[in-house]
């Protein structure tokens, strides 16, 4: 069965790291590219980071270029992301997402696997 479960979200304080994962079941993910989205409250769900299937292109919003980093362990069937130097801003709920894109030296636009969130909140 395809799914997508994320793990390592959690309270921190403002300055602190997280690391999140992402374990991919049912499926190879070698053929499929990933992004996090996060959703605030009152917020419209946002991607804040995405990786191709090849693993060599990677892109980040603004707010997070230089603290968060993605990255992708395919023999483990998972994808992670590094948070640092988080911020209140940062508080959200985070999404993995799938979708195929096997070959692709890019990131997708068109996900169709989610998996549940992970509730990250950061303190001031």
């Known amino acids: 069965q395809f799914q997508l479960v994320e793990s390592g979200g959690g309270l921190v304080q403002s300055g602190g790291s997280l690391r999140l994962s992402c374990k991919a079941n049912g499926f190879t993910m070698d053929y499929y590219a990933f992004g996090w989205f996060r959703q605030a409250p009152g917020k419209e769900r946002e991607r804040i980071a995405c990786i191709s299937s090849t693993g060599d292109i990677t892109e980040y919003i603004d707010s997070v270029k230089g603290r968060f980093t993605i990255s992708r362990e395919n023999a483990e069937n998972t994808v992670n992301l590094q948070m640092n130097s988080l911020k209140p801003d940062d508080t959200a709920i985070y999404y993995c997402?799938?979708?195929w894109g096997y070959g692709n030296h890019w990131c997708i636009t068109n996900y169709d696997s989610w998996g549940q969130g992970t509730q990250v909140t950061v303190s001031s």
């Open positions: 997402a799938a979708g």
